[in-house]
Each structure stands twice: as C-alpha cells, then as structure tokens.
C-alpha cells in the first residue's frame, strides 16, 4: 500500500513501488521532499530517498532526482526571467 502526506508549502512525502512486489510488503520506498525558504528569497529543496532495493536501482533514481530538480532549477530562472 502506497500513501502520500502533504504540508502545503513545506513538504511532501510518499511512498511508491518501483519494481513488482515479490511479497506484500517488499520494496515500498519512501520519498520525503522539504521546501526551506532562505534568507534570500528562493527555496531549498531536499529529497530524501529511502528503502532502495539495490545500487542499479539507486543510481538510476539518483540520475532522475537530479535532472528533475536541474530542469525545476532552470524553469525557476525563467520564471524569474520574464516576471510571472
């Protein structure tokens, strides 16, 4: 069973599946995300992880956590850019 919990403006978790579940409880990973807002008006984002099932896995999702957060990194900039 996969759940969510979300703290408007400060943080999201959940868990999910990456893989088929051997058995009914295998393989849940769980995701927390944080959003910290600096002295400097932007915003800290932290992911956290969790419950990996093996290295090949992880390294794969380590490689998708930092080409989303580089693309939110360069919409941001637009966004700043052009005033929206």
């Not at 919990?5 to 051997?22: F, K, M, N, Q």
Request: hydrophobic letters at 40%; glycine letters at 8%; proline letters at 2%.
């Amino acid at each position: 069973m996969c759940s969510t919990l979300i703290t408007s403006g400060e943080r999201l978790d959940y868990t999910w599946r990456t893989e088929p579940a051997l058995t009914a409880d295998a393989l849940i990973e769980r995701v927390s995300i944080r959003f910290i807002a600096t002295p400097d008006e932007e915003t800290e984002v932290i992911v956290v992880h969790e419950r990996i099932a093996n290295e090949a896995i992880k390294e794969g999702h380590t490689a998708g956590w930092q080409a989303c957060l580089e693309g939110l990194e360069r919409f941001a900039r637009v966004i700043g850019q052009i005033g929206v």
